[in-house]
């Protein structure tokens, strides 16, 4: 099966400019996760999509994140305006369902250097 | 929430075993599970422990007491591929929280 796809795989901004992120989930895949993971650290849930709805946005900064799940497929997450603090791999993973029955599936990453 | 810990780096020669530690806290378990990770790569999963005892997967075991709340991963028969990040992850609560990794170096 194809695996989670994520584009673009880098990206390099200024800080206050804007940014997207894209990612495919596995197909059949319900639960999509956004991780941020700066350098030298373990991933940090940002936002968990229940089909297209969210289950988990706690520790996502709405100030300047934003992230959507439109028609429970593709999701993209939003930065604006960036800081440097926001330079990290966003990596995004898919699974069957919440629980941990279901294992995780992780894409590439987009890696966001903010200058 | 999770608090995780794991050491920073492990060094080990080509053909060895070596032990990596978890320290966990955590509500409401839901399973622990190990993640590799190459430089640059995606993590890609290992292993999963849910009762305590000690599951193995070819080279890779990992051990889990839910009563101490550790685990280890165990790498047997070391090669210089398996120089990655080992990542320890908890799911509580039905959201799965990372440790921040342990550096594992290879040598010949």
């Known amino acids: 099966e194809a695996g989670v796809a994520q584009s673009p795989r880098y990206k390099i901004i200024e800080k206050r400019q804007s940014v997207a992120f894209w990612c495919n989930p596995i197909?059949?895949?319900?639960?999509l996760y956004w991780y941020q993971q700066i350098l030298g650290q373990g991933p940090k849930l940002l936002i968990q999509?229940?089909?297209?709805?969210?289950?988990?946005d706690s520790q996502l900064p709405k100030d300047r994140f934003s992230a959507e799940r439109l028609k429970g497929v593709d999701s993209t997450l939003k930065i604006q305006p960036a800081k440097l603090e926001d330079s990290a791999v966003y990596l995004c993973?898919?699974?069957?369902?919440?629980?941990?029955?279901?294992?995780?599936?992780f894409g590439s990453g987009t890696r966001l250097t903010v200058v | 929430g999770q608090n995780i810990d794991q050491p920073t780096e492990m060094t080990a020669t080509e053909g060895a075993i070596v032990q990596i530690n978890c320290t966990y806290q955590t509500s409401g378990f839901n399973g622990l599970f190990w993640y590799q990770q190459h430089a640059g790569e995606a993590p890609t999963f290992l292993s999963y422990n849910v009762l305590d005892g000690l599951e193995e997967k070819g080279r890779f075991s990992s051990f889990l007491s839910r009563s101490k709340g550790y685990s280890y991963l165990l790498l047997k028969e070391l090669q210089m591929k398996d120089s990655a990040s080992y990542l320890c992850a908890v799911m509580g609560d039905y959201k799965l929280s990372f440790g921040a990794g342990t550096t594992v170096t290879v040598r010949a």
């Open positions: 999509f229940q089909n297209n709805g969210v289950v988990d």
């Open positions: 197909s059949g895949h319900a639960t």
């Open positions: 993973a898919s699974s069957l369902g919440v629980g941990s029955n279901y294992g995780y599936t």
